[in-house]
């Protein structure tokens, strides 16, 4: 089945430490978006690339960074992680009418 | 500033009733409307839309209701079963960006 799969499910790191979060999509989508989520909170837009044009949010600090090298894949750089940078973050990619397809996340904590 | 609001942060609704889940939002150039449903531990997952320019749609249990003049918009669900035990989002379109609700926890009672 075309899906979005983002790996891993749960990353654990170190305050300081770099980590990256994959993401990858077989529904052949233009639009792919990153988003942070924190308990309770609203999934909030950290980037979003139509193809390979990047949009950044102007409140995604300096600290986030995403790479797209292709239709199918992207990911997100966290370079030096926070305790506040713990959360889960979700890919999505974009559909006909504004519909999103989610992966299933990846929970990041950070020690 | 929140551009998409859900007041309720959680229902609880007897199974066969209805559930109505309400959403806010303050930006008039949003052209489409979503809802989203999410299970722990999963990514959300597509339930219903609407464009703007229509007031309601309408899929088997569920219909989304949209007032362009309120800024609101409402998910019913009838009837409600226990497998809509869930949170749902609220989320809204406009240039290239989808902007969520904090989401309403919804359960079902017996």
């Known amino acids: 089945d075309a899906m979005v799969i983002q790996n891993p499910r749960y990353q654990v790191t170190q305050f300081g430490k770099p980590v990256t979060l994959s993401c990858s999509q077989t529904?052949?989508?233009?639009?792919m978006y990153w988003y942070q989520q924190k308990s309770s909170q609203a999934p909030k837009l950290l980037f979003h690339y139509y193809d390979k044009d990047f949009n950044n949010e102007a409140d995604t600090p300096d600290n986030f960074q995403s790479r797209r090298p292709n239709t199918s894949f992207c990911f997100l750089d966290i370079r030096s992680p926070g305790l506040g940078d713990a959360a889960m973050y979700l890919c999505a990619t974009r559909g006909q009418n504004e519909k999103l397809f989610f992966g299933s996340g990846t929970q990041l904590s950070v020690l | 500033d929140q551009q998409v609001k859900q007041n309720s942060p959680s229902l609880s609704v007897q199974e066969g009733r209805i559930s109505i889940l309400n959403c806010d939002y303050t930006?008039?150039?949003?052209?489409?409307f979503l809802w989203y449903k999410k299970y722990p531990a999963e990514g959300p997952t597509f339930l219903i839309s609407i464009s703007s320019i229509k007031d309601k749609n309408e899929d088997g249990r569920f219909t989304v209701f949209l007032n362009k003049s309120a800024k609101h918009l409402s998910l019913h669900i009838v009837p409600s079963q226990p497998g809509d035990s869930a949170v749902y989002f609220c989320?809204?379109?406009?240039?290239?960006?989808?902007?969520f609700g904090s989401g309403t926890r919804l359960s079902i009672r017996p």
């Open positions: 989320a809204a379109s406009g240039a290239s960006k989808i902007i």
């Open positions: 529904l052949n989508h233009n639009v």
């Open positions: 930006n008039s150039m949003f052209d489409y």
